[in-house]
């Protein structure tokens, strides 16, 4: 839409100007510009350059080029009056002509070079660029500063410093820039020379690039004027370049610079990955140019407008790329700015090195910034001027001595930058003098010669063109011969290197051709930087690869298949990260099942998916079954991964090329008979469960099974060496289960078929995990004081574990585990309860009850939550989510974190959803703070018959006390069991004191000095009433000899020998309770436990330290499943220990 505001602006202006008799008016152009047209206006609104239009500069303009006469042009319906402020003639080619409108408002930066004109011409945040064109005509564009804010600002900035989309506001906003005097500059030492490549597309894009770079080199030099920087850049060569840009600023830097290697590649290029970094540094050298700059075209995908090789560079990256949309945006100043060693604001990076000094800087009321302070922490206009706290810019000071001096940064670098270039050397000659086709298949001989004038040749390569489908595309020497892997037209480069490092490359197509059917056709992706094939994986066989946009994998090992057995493939779709896709792409799988050379016959495309809708980073399963009618041996498959079906097409062929995606081949041996891993699967339709049957011919000939049930991110048990075992999903949906078989001559087999498990009614939830749970987990998930603890996993099913919730005001509390070196992560938290039971998480307040963000913490969060009227009574699933990244869904995958499901469960009695007394049997309650001499207590409610009655006390912080009494509640004098432990331990009444039973014990936590998170956990067992003194169990010390470390058993009694003893015990998964006891022997002893490592008497996760006493007791509930670590001190001799999980 039209901006007002802007036009209102622009008639002031214009009005505003008062003409003295001596100034003349001139018209810029003769007609009227508009560029406000729907189309127009939406290409702006998104940031893009509009529609260029084509003009006629008036003729007159030539000779009204004098300052204080006022150019007049009507634009975008606005009449607009520039006053002519400076011109400064460079040299009998070249002219410097600035203006502005009296107010400030509008203002002009133009260059006459050779008679034609370029200009950029600025209304508010409107910008105009006009570049000469075709046949005496001219090409006016219009761009719209849109400030978004700098995308990089938060990641480390040591190198490669991007300048960000709409970073730069190029407005020449200096109150009186003409008042600047010029500064005297040296003749050499502080001139810094420049060589500029663009690609084709830049070309076609800005029309004439002369007058473009133009621009640039003025607007830098003005900026230094305005600053007081002693120093000047000069283009002194520019070319079009053949390299074709990634659409990515610091992919390109990269491979300009070599730095980015191919790695799929069997021996990278020794130019790698394409020759025209070489070709750019070879040419820098050849002009004595200092810094090198790529110039592409405006990429939407591109998140930068320019990107630096380095912050503070040298002769070996002295590098910038930026877009043609960075000409408004001053990009060429800012990028060069680092590679002197510039920084943006500290605000947007506090980096101080290499130059404390030398950042960018914003004005006190942020009505403005200088050249590398960037929009995301100043919104105010640009000025094409640099920090100086020497200067006074619209009336402010410039900068700071200590943190913004750029002008000083600038001044003491310039004669560094400036002796980048080295001595001038003639650059070698590379002639080919024979490319033609050989007799052999595809393939071609190449023959060249090569010479330098003021040195010798150090190398020649060639480069056969067909890199994109090649692994090794090049050959050293004056000639070679190359097979190529499809027929087609390709253009061969020969390079000469010499002793100096200069290089010439010369090319010449070559055409292959092959006969019909002596040949696979070729195909490709055109664009495989974002999405790309990353796996494929056949019956367990997994072949990975980057991202290419066609990949030769025929020489790896080929894929077996049998015919007629349905074989599950793994299709795994890449992307450039994390943030990028996934995206829903059409696949599609070719076999050439009669080794013609194509995959045109009928039959032989095995699979075709249209798009997933939602898009998914899961892998694509697909079943393929090679026909009885195949011939047995080594042939080609090919897969495709398109965004789009070709036009013509309803389903993707094998031939030709595509937009979005990759091509890949590979080799499948094919089998003609039965495969000796063969198996059934018979799906339950009512619990998710599956039984499987091995179904190989000889069951006799077979040593062993392995199971994979494919659902390894939901299953810490997803495999099994039963022979027909069964297996329950946690999630509906498509698996790739794998049988292995060996045989008992040692050789194995495997085949991987695709199943579907369907899931019950009301129970087919959506599938979630994380992708890594490295870092940050969830440690602990309590609801209304029933908790439950967790380790580290990417998806935990708890759902076996009811949790109690009522109508109404509830309570859950989450807490987080970490590894590594910090104690906590940042993560956002949500908790889903499916209140209709429905099968589905809602995305609304109902419920997705709990949403917590930016919780960089160890502690445990608690948050109310609320169950409404209209939730249906009885079991549902709750899920709680933990994410470093952004929660946008319930379901699918997410980076770092966790996902857990639970049941709870709604009763409809909505007075007390939790059991009858405060501690519930075997369930930790947690969060519990005393002050200093406080005490709270709480009931246990132990049935008639229980035994093993046990309390036990975690410590939290501070230094609490246990009391415990059946029947009322204990007092400081009276009492069942007083543990009498001082300082911050744990502490345990087990039933040597505890003996009653059909009652309540009165459980009290007293603060001898302030304690918080605090926790009780109260157990017993079924049974018969507890005998008050039953007979002793045997002591095990009367029977074994004592042990000093080593691993037990569960359930089995050691002896302990020695007065410090190291026992360890592996604990399955799937145990709701860990009892460790020791009892007997003359002496104090202490137990201590942890899960995380050996444990000590300050590191430990549990402990019982019961004063002069042998008989210590740890409960831990839900114990973590692996190995569990113990240390026993102090016990004397004759006593035992057991560990016993249940």
């Known amino acids: 839409m039209p901006n007002h505001k802007?036009?209102?602006?622009?008639?002031?202006?214009?009005?505003?100007?008062?003409?003295?008799?001596?100034?003349?008016?001139?018209?810029?152009?003769?007609?009227?510009?508009?560029?406000?047209?729907?189309?127009?206006?939406?290409n702006v609104e998104r940031g893009q350059r509009s529609t260029p239009q084509t003009i006629e500069l008036n003729n007159a303009l030539g000779n009204a080029l004098e300052v204080g006469n006022y150019l007049k042009f009507t634009v975008d319906n606005l009449d607009v009056q520039i006053q002519l402020t400076k011109i400064t003639v460079k040299n009998s080619d070249l002219t410097y002509i600035d203006g502005r409108s009296n107010d400030g408002s509008a203002s002009l930066s133009m260059v006459k070079s050779k008679g034609k004109y370029s200009a950029k011409i600025y209304l508010g945040q409107a910008g105009y660029l006009l570049t000469p064109s075709a046949n005496g005509t001219y090409t006016l564009s219009k761009f719209v500063e849109d400030n978004s804010p700098v995308d990089s600002s938060d990641r480390p900035a040591s190198k490669n410093a991007p300048e960000a989309r709409s970073s730069v506001n190029g407005r020449q906003g200096l109150a009186g820039m003409a008042a600047f005097n010029s500064v005297a500059m040296a003749e050499n030492d502080r001139e810094v020379t420049i060589i500029v490549a663009?690609?084709?597309?830049?070309?076609?894009?800005?029309?004439?690039?002369?007058?473009?770079?133009?621009?640039?080199?003025?607007?830098t030099n003005d900026s230094y004027t305005a600053s007081g920087i002693d120093a000047t850049v000069n283009i002194v060569h520019s070319y079009q370049t053949g390299y074709v840009s990634t659409g990515d600023m610091s992919e390109d830097n990269s491979l300009m610079l070599n730095q980015a290697t191919s790695d799929?590649?069997?021996?990278?290029?020794?130019?790698?990955?394409?020759?025209?970094?070489?070709?750019?540094?070879?040419?820098?050298?050849?002009?004595?140019?200092?810094?090198?700059?790529?110039?592409?075209?405006?990429?939407?995908?591109?998140?930068?407008?320019?990107?630096?090789?380095?912050?503070?560079a040298d002769e070996s990256n002295a590098l910038f790329s930026m877009s043609s949309w960075g000409t408004f945006k001053n990009t060429f100043a800012h990028e060069l700015g680092h590679l002197f060693g510039a920084r943006h604001d500290t605000a947007a990076d506090s980096t101080s090195t290499p130059y404390a000094y030398g950042h960018g800087f914003c004005n006190a009321n942020n009505t403005w910034r200088t050249m590398m302070a960037t929009s995301a922490s100043c919104t105010g206009t640009r000025l094409n001027a640099w920090s100086n706290p020497n200067k006074v810019y619209e009336g402010y000071t410039g900068g700071t001595a200590d943190l913004n001096d750029n002008a000083r940064l600038h001044n003491e670098r310039v004669t560094t930058l400036s002796a980048f270039r080295t001595a001038a050397h003639n650059p070698p000659t590379a002639t080919i003098t024979v490319a033609a086709e050989a007799s052999e298949l595809l393939t071609a001989t190449f023959e060249g010669q090569a010479n330098d004038s003021d040195g010798n040749i150090v190398s020649t390569l060639w480069d056969f063109g067909d890199g994109v489908y090649h692994?090794?595309?090049?050959?050293?020497?004056?000639?070679?011969?190359?097979?190529?892997?499809?027929?087609?037209?390709?253009?061969?480069?020969?390079?000469?290197?010499?002793?100096?490092?200069?290089?010439?490359?010369?090319?010449?197509?070559?055409?292959?051709?092959?006969?019909?059917?002596?040949?696979y056709c070729s195909a490709k992706g055109g664009n495989a930087f974002y999405q790309y094939t990353s796996s494929v994986n056949v019956n367990g066989l997994a072949h990975t690869s980057g991202s290419r946009l066609y990949t030769d994998q025929t020489e790896l090992t080929p894929f077996t298949i049998h015919t007629n057995t349905p074989t599950g493939i793994e299709l795994v779709q890449g992307t450039r990260s994390s943030s990028h896709g996934p995206y829903s792409d059409h696949w599609a799988v070719f076999v050439d099942l009669n080794q013609n050379n194509s995959f045109d016959d009928p039959g032989e495309r095995l699979h075709f998916s249209k798009p997933r809708n939602p898009s998914s980073r899961e892998p694509l399963l697909a079943s393929i079954t090679i026909p009885d009618t195949a011939l047995a041996g080594v042939t080609r498959m090919r897969v495709i991964q398109s965004e789009k079906v070709r036009a013509g097409e309803t389903e993707l062929g094998a031939c030709g090329d595509v937009v979005f995606g990759e091509v890949e081949d590979y080799s499948i041996n094919i089998i003609k008979e039965p495969s000796p891993a063969n198996f059934s699967a018979n799906i339950t339709t009512d619990n998710l469960s599956v039984s499987f049957a091995d179904g190989s011919a000889s069951n006799s000939d077979i040593a062993s099974v392995e199971w994979d049930f494919g659902d390894g991110n939901y299953s810490q048990t997803n495999t099994s060496t039963s022979f027909n075992p069964e297996h329950t999903y946690?999630?509906?949906?498509?698996?790739?289960?794998?049988?292995?078989?060996?045989?008992?001559?040692?050789?194995?087999?495997?085949?991987?078929?695709?199943?579907?498990?369907?899931?019950?009614?009301?129970q087919n939830y959506c599938s979630?995990?994380?992708?890594?749970?490295?870092?940050?987990?969830?440690?602990?998930?309590?609801?209304?004081?029933?908790?439950?603890?967790?380790?580290?996993?990417?998806?935990?099913?708890?759902?076996?574990?009811?949790?109690?919730?009522?109508?109404?005001?509830?309570?859950?509390?989450?807490?987080?585990?970490?590894?590594?070196?910090?104690?906590?992560?940042?993560?956002?938290?949500?908790?889903?309860?499916?209140?209709?039971?429905d099968g589905l998480f809602a995305e609304d307040e109902i419920e997705n009850v709990v949403y917590w963000i930016n919780a960089d913490t160890s502690n445990a969060i608690e948050r109310p939550f609320t169950v409404p009227t209209t939730a249906l009574a009885g079991k549902t699933r709750m899920r709680v989510v933990q994410s470093y990244?952004?929660?946008?869904?319930?379901?699918?995958?997410?980076?770092?974190?966790?996902?857990?499901?639970?049941?709870?469960?709604?009763?409809?009695?909505?007075?007390?959803?939790?059991?009858?007394?405060d501690l519930a049997n075997g369930v930790t309650k947690t969060g519990i703070n005393v002050a200093s001499k406080e005490s709270k207590t709480f009931t246990f409610n132990v049935p008639a018959g229980a035994k093993n009655v046990n309390v036990h006390m975690g410590a939290g912080t501070g230094d609490p006390d246990l009391y415990v009494r059946f029947g009322e509640a204990a007092t400081d004098n009276v009492y069942d069991c007083r543990p009498y432990t001082g300082g911050n331990r744990d502490e345990s009444c087990d039933s040597s004191k505890l003996t009653q039973s059909g009652g309540l014990y009165y459980v009290t936590v007293k603060g001898y000095s302030a304690s918080d998170n605090v926790t009780l956990t109260g157990t017993y067992e079924e049974g018969g009433v507890v005998d008050p003194d039953p007979t002793p169990t045997p002591n095990a010390c009367a029977t074994l000899n004592p042990q000093t470390r080593g691993n037990v058993t569960d359930g089995q009694a050691v002896c302990l020998g020695g007065n410090q003893v190291y026992l360890g015990l592996y604990v399955p998964a799937g145990q709701t309770q860990l009892t460790l006891k020791t009892s007997g022997g003359d002496g104090d002893a202490s137990l201590y436990q942890s899960a995380s490592g050996w444990p000590s008497t300050t590191n430990n996760q549990n402990s019982s330290v019961t004063a002069n006493?042998?008989?210590?007791?740890?409960?831990?509930?839900?114990?973590r499943s692996g190995w569990h670590y113990f240390l026993i001190s102090g016990q004397g001799t004759g006593t035992d220990f057991v560990a016993d999980y249940q």
């Open 1109 to 1119: 006493s042998n008989d210590e007791v740890i409960t831990v509930t839900n114990p």
């Open 198 to 219: 663009y690609t084709a597309k830049l070309a076609a894009e800005v029309g004439d690039v002369a007058a473009y770079m133009a621009l640039m080199e003025k607007d």
């Open 6 to 42: 802007l036009k209102k602006l622009a008639i002031l202006s214009a009005l505003a100007v008062s003409f003295s008799s001596a100034a003349e008016e001139v018209k810029l152009f003769n007609n009227a510009i508009n560029f406000e047209s729907a189309a127009n206006q939406l």
């Open 730 to 762: 946690a999630f509906a949906g498509s698996y790739t289960v794998t049988l292995t078989v060996t045989l008992k001559n040692g050789d194995k087999h495997t085949l991987t078929k695709v199943i579907e498990v369907t899931a019950p009614p009301g």
């Open 264 to 312: 799929w590649l069997l021996n990278p290029n020794p130019l790698a990955p394409n020759g025209y970094g070489v070709e750019l540094k070879s040419l820098r050298d050849q002009h004595q140019a200092d810094v090198m700059v790529l110039l592409t075209d405006k990429n939407a995908s591109s998140p930068w407008a320019g990107w630096a090789g380095e912050i503070g």
């Open 768 to 837: 979630a995990y994380a992708y890594n749970s490295k870092y940050q987990y969830t440690a602990n998930v309590t609801v209304n004081g029933v908790s439950i603890d967790s380790g580290a996993a990417g998806y935990t099913d708890h759902t076996a574990t009811v949790l109690p919730i009522g109508y109404g005001d509830n309570t859950i509390s989450f807490r987080q585990g970490a590894t590594g070196t910090k104690t906590s992560y940042n993560a956002e938290w949500k908790v889903y309860i499916d209140m209709n039971q």
């Open 471 to 519: 692994n090794k595309p090049y050959a050293e020497g004056y000639s070679a011969t190359h097979t190529y892997q499809f027929p087609g037209t390709y253009t061969a480069r020969f390079t000469a290197t010499d002793n100096n490092g200069l290089i010439n490359t010369t090319t010449r197509d070559i055409t292959v051709t092959a006969p019909t059917g002596a040949s």
């Open 885 to 917: 990244e952004k929660i946008t869904t319930s379901c699918g995958r997410i980076t770092w974190g966790e996902i857990e499901d639970f049941t709870v469960e709604l009763k409809t009695d909505t007075t007390d959803p939790v059991t009858p007394s």
